[in-house]
């Protein structure tokens, strides 16, 4: 009986988890330190095929495959998923991130840019926004006001400190003509 039980209840979580939006959230997360292996990213992606208008299967693809560095496939699996959902914040931080790794940080500025512009409040898009304007274009100012948004956002965030201290650095660097 207990057996019985347990496989009905097996059987109804796995119904409810195949009933789920598809546009939640992702639920790819890789542990911390632990790097997605090819038969991660292999299962991820036969699941992206199989459900492809699953906004959750290509941001989690996504996100594994940026999280193994691979990030022309990762931009790939989050253009995709941008196709189902344009306005989903995340993934374009994500996707501009890519970008910036990929030595693009003008494509980089563009996606944080639209991600901005749909949450004007999203901490990680300012945070990463400061970071690319401050080393990778040079924009010390523009880094500076990202920068200062996201401490407004976050002042307890665990890389506050360091933010604070990478503002006062840009404000004290001599200006470049």
């Known amino acids: ?10 059987t109804f979580i796995a119904a409810a988890g195949c009933n789920q939006n ?10 911390v330190g632990v790097l997605p292996t090819p038969l991660d990213i292999k299962s991820l992606q036969d699941a992206a095929s199989k459900a492809p208008k699953s906004e959750g299967a290509w941001t989690d693809l996504g996100n594994a495959l940026m999280d193994s560095g691979r990030f022309k496939e990762a931009i790939d699996a989050y253009q995709k998923s941008l196709t189902i ?3 989903n914040v995340d993934v374009r931080v994500d996707m501009g991130t890519c970008y910036r790794n990929m030595g693009m940080p003008d494509k980089a500025v563009e996606e944080y840019r639209k991600a901005l512009k749909i949450n004007p409040e999203h ?8 970071v690319v ?17 996201y401490l407004q956002l976050m002042p ?6 360091k933010i604070r201290q990478l ?10 003509p």
Do not use: C, W
């Not at 598809?22 to 542990?31: D, N, T």
């Not at 307890?156 to 400190?161: K, M, T, V």
């Open 1 to 10: 009986m207990k057996k019985t039980i347990f496989v009905l209840l097996l």
């Open 22 to 31: 598809e546009a939640q959230k992702s639920r790819y997360v890789a542990p």
């Open 85 to 87: 959902d344009p306005k």
């Open 123 to 130: 901490p990680n898009g300012h945070r990463n926004l400061g």
């Open 133 to 149: 304007l401050a080393f990778d274009l040079k924009d010390k100012a523009g880094a500076v006001k990202e920068l200062e948004k």
């Open 156 to 161: 307890n965030a665990p890389d506050s400190e």
């Open 167 to 176: 503002v006062q650095e840009l404000r004290a660097a001599p200006s470049r």
